[in-house]
């Protein structure tokens, strides 16, 4: 190898390089912003699976008691929320309660909605 050769070797794996640490910084800034978005969506995760806990809790008690006029609107909007949980794609049954619908209509869901209306 000539002493030029050699030398625009190097200009060539010193651009390569170049080009290497400017790919990993932006890599490591989408890295940066899926942590941000998955922290967000961890906390807004929690606040609607306590929400829909609450929902439920409060939906299962006030289906047990006996209905006075003022439990009935209780339940129906506690059945209203669960309801539109549950077509917002959230299990509202016992046995997935506060995950994601990821296969269409769930029968527990469907049935836990039917008996509390
Ligand atoms: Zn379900």
Redesign the pocket.
């Known amino acids: 190898m000539e002493k030029n050769e050699i030398f625009s070797h190097i200009v060539d794996i010193e651009e390569k390089l170049g080009n290497l640490y400017r790919e990993l910084g932006q890599l490591k800034q989408k890295v940066v912003t899926l942590l941000e978005e998955n922290h967000h969506l961890r906390i807004e995760n929690e606040e609607l699976r306590r929400r829909l806990e609450s929902e439920y809790t409060s939906s299962e008690k006030k289906g047990k008691s006996k209905s006075t006029i003022n439990n009935k609107k209780v339940v129906g909007e506690g059945y209203d929320n669960l309801a539109r949980l549950?077509h917002e794609g959230f299990?509202?049954?016992?046995?997935?309660?506060g995950?994601l619908?990821t296969e269409g209509d769930?029968?527990?869901?469907?049935s836990?909605l039917n008996k509390s209306q």
Request: net charge positive; hydrophobic share 45%.
């Open positions: 549950y299990h509202v049954c016992n046995l997935h309660f995950n619908r769930c029968l527990f869901c469907l836990f």
